[in-house]
């Protein structure tokens, strides 16, 4: 598993929680979107399919979950 730095965690983690809509019921579509946005620098249109950086994804959700933000 890669090691991510704390600060790219807490700026994905900020990230999230200022999209329009944030909801916690949601948490894994919207770490995935800020993920996509992180790897490619937009976010992630309706149909998009182009990959993302699955342990970056995995570690934020995790991060979220064992976290209350």
């Known amino acids: 598993m890669a090691d991510y730095s704390q600060s ?5 983690i900020k990230k999230v929680k200022e999209y329009p809509r944030f909801s916690k ?3 894994e579509k919207f770490c ?3 993920v ?4 490619h620098g937009v976010l992630p249109s309706e149909y998009d399919i182009r990959e993302i950086d699955e342990e970056l ?4 959700l995790q991060e979220f979950k064992s976290n209350i933000y």
């Open 8 to 12: 790219l965690i807490k700026s994905l």
């Open 25 to 27: 019921k949601e948490i």
């Open 32 to 34: 995935w979107m800020a």
């Open 36 to 39: 996509h946005e992180h790897k």
């Open 57 to 60: 994804y995995l570690e934020l």
